[in-house]
């Protein structure tokens, strides 16, 4: 089964992911298979920052060695709608989680870019498909960010409340990157070129790819 909640052997969807030594297990049958578990790469950090621009550069740089994803596409219906806080803490993350892991499956670690921190996957029971999540922020200085969110076009809703919203998710990064569990790397976009940005988030990916 490419989903990796369902147990190949009985058919049966646990909501828990039983892992040891490279195998996954089925609480109610007994059975035992193998599973890739690859690092997963999150490109975060508030929007405006710079991660769906240097996304698609990515995805053609590393073109063959890792999948490149916009988290936003799954933003959308009952995943939306479900999420206790509005920001996907609930089923949303849950299912990003599972996507990867099953493209994981196909030997290419993925990169996910979007708006995320370790607070927000680290908990989930699904982490327990990956060896270990390592997480980039691109931040930038408030005045900046805050100017490019409102030279958005309307149909993206970037009304005054919300750029403060992002805003202060910026300053939390920021300020906690380094004491989170696992730390987040930071990248400052304010002045950078996007080739600068392209440069720094291909060498940090190609540094922690799997052997």
Same mark, same amino acid.
């Given at each position: 089964? +490419?989903?990796?909640?369902?147990?190949?052997?009985?058919?049966?969807?646990?909501?828990? /992911?039983?892992?040891?030594?490279?195998?996954?297990?089925?609480?109610?049958?007994?059975?035992? %298979?193998?599973?890739?578990?690859?690092?997963?790469?999150?490109?975060?950090?508030?929007?405006?920052?710079?991660?769906?621009?240097?996304? /698609?550069? +990515?995805?053609?740089?590393?073109?063959?060695?890792?999948?490149?994803?916009?988290?936003?596409?799954?933003?959308?219906?009952?995943?939306?709608?479900?999420?206790?806080?509005?920001?996907?803490?609930?089923?949303?993350?849950?299912? %990003?989680?599972?996507?990867?892991?099953?493209?994981?499956?196909?030997?290419? /670690?993925?990169?996910?870019?979007?708006?995320?921190?370790?607070?927000?996957?680290?908990?989930?029971?699904?982490?327990?498909?990956?060896?270990?999540?390592?997480?980039?922020?691109?931040?930038?200085? /408030?005045?900046?960010?805050?100017?490019?969110?409102?030279?958005?076009?309307? %149909?993206?809703? %970037?009304?005054?409340?919300?750029?403060?919203?992002?805003?202060?998710?910026?300053?939390?990064?920021?300020?906690?990157?380094?004491?989170?569990?696992?730390?987040?790397?930071?990248?400052?976009?304010?002045?950078?070129?996007?080739?600068?940005?392209?440069?720094?988030? +291909?060498?940090?990916?190609?540094?922690?790819?799997?052997?």
């Amino acid at each position: 089964m +490419l989903d990796l909640k369902i147990c190949p052997g009985c058919g049966d969807r646990g909501d828990y /992911p039983v892992t040891a030594a490279g195998e996954l297990s089925c609480p109610r049958c007994g059975h035992h %298979w193998p599973f890739r578990r690859l690092p997963l790469f999150a490109l975060t950090g508030p929007s405006g920052a710079g991660k769906s621009t240097v996304g /698609p550069r +990515l995805a053609e740089k590393l073109s063959g060695r890792v999948v490149a994803l916009e988290q936003d596409v799954l933003w959308t219906g009952v995943l939306r709608e479900s999420s206790p806080d509005g920001y996907g803490t609930g089923a949303f993350r849950s299912t %990003w989680l599972r996507m990867a892991a099953m493209i994981h499956q196909s030997g290419r /670690p993925v990169v996910l870019c979007g708006t995320v921190a370790p607070p927000e996957f680290e908990p989930l029971p699904e982490r327990a498909y990956f060896d270990r999540i390592h997480y980039l922020a691109f931040v930038a200085e /408030p005045a900046a960010l805050a100017e490019r969110l409102r030279a958005r076009p309307a %149909w993206r809703e %970037w009304d005054e409340p919300r750029i403060a919203e992002m805003l202060e998710f910026n300053d939390w990064l920021r300020e906690s990157a380094a004491t989170l569990d696992p730390p987040v790397d930071l990248f400052d976009t304010t002045t950078a070129t996007i080739d600068d940005a392209v440069d720094h988030a +291909l060498r940090w990916i190609e540094a922690r790819l799997p052997a």
